[in-house]
């Protein structure tokens, strides 16, 4: 079965230069997160999108921005990039709508290795 | 405030032991969702389970146990006959209203031959 498909798996960035992260979902799934997990800690929900519209935000920097486009990819801009930004970006999908927010089965990719130098 | 709480931070146990996850939550949604993951050292999650709030039926998968309790806010993981490749990071998850999820800080699994 298709699963959510990320990239790049890996990426280098130094001090102040800009990032994309690129995430596919499942076909047929029109939701999205985004969440960073820095070294030892737990993932922290970013931001998410439903039918190519934000639909919930949570500690996502100002530095970073984030859209779904038409085809249901979805595309996380960080920039400005500090050693804090260092981490995996997990994203993670499911199919929406809000009889399917109350059943809420999140797939998550592979994540992104972010590292700043 | 953390809404899901794994008091342990890492647990170390031998080959063929039994060991048992904690995991407490808060939320005042009476429609939730509890969630296990595992995240291996390569740092993929792996799904284990969900458990919607209205289903307080206890599952078993394999060596796997899952056992919720509403009246302690609880939703313990066990692990039965413990191997090697269990050795991971174990998350904790709830989500309030089929929305985000939000972790617990994790319990570092060492199981050693």
């Known amino acids: 079965a298709a699963g959510v498909i990320q990239s790049p798996r890996h990426l280098i960035k130094e001090k102040r230069e800009t990032a994309t992260l690129k995430c596919y979902p499942i076909?047929?799934?029109?939701?999205v997160y985004w969440y960073q997990q820095g070294p030892g800690q737990d993932p922290q929900f970013l931001i998410s999108?439903?039918?190519?519209?934000?639909?919930d935000k949570g500690s996502i920097p100002d530095r970073f921005s984030a859209q779904q486009f038409s085809d249901y990819h979805s595309e996380l801009n960080m920039s400005s990039l500090e050693l804090g930004d260092s981490a995996l970006y997990f994203c993670?999908?499911?199919?929406?709508?809000?009889?399917?927010?109350?059943?809420?089965?999140?797939?998550f990719g592979p994540g992104t290795r972010l590292t700043v130098l | 405030a953390q809404k899901v709480t794994q008091a342990q931070t890492e647990i170390s146990v031998v080959e063929k032991e039994d060991v048992t996850l904690d995991c407490v939550y808060e939320?005042?949604?009476?429609?939730?969702?509890l969630f296990w993951y595992k995240q291996p050292p390569s740092g993929e999650l792996v799904f284990l389970i969900r458990?919607?709030?209205?289903?307080?039926q206890n599952e078993i998968s394999g060596r796997y146990s899952w056992n919720f309790q509403k009246s302690t806010s609880s939703f313990n993981f066990t692990i039965t006959a413990s191997q090697v490749v269990d050795s991971a990071v174990y998350f904790c998850?709830?989500?309030?209203?089929?929305?985000?999820?939000?972790f617990g800080k994790g319990t570092s699994l060492l199981v050693t031959p």
């Open positions: 993670a999908s499911s199919s929406g709508g809000e009889g399917a927010r109350l059943y809420n089965e999140q797939f």
């Open positions: 076909p047929r799934h029109d939701t």
């Open positions: 999108f439903y039918e190519k519209m934000q639909s």
């Open positions: 939320t005042r949604d009476t429609t939730y969702y």
């Open positions: 458990r919607n709030s209205f289903d307080e």
């Open positions: 998850a709830l989500s309030e209203s089929g929305y985000a999820l939000n």
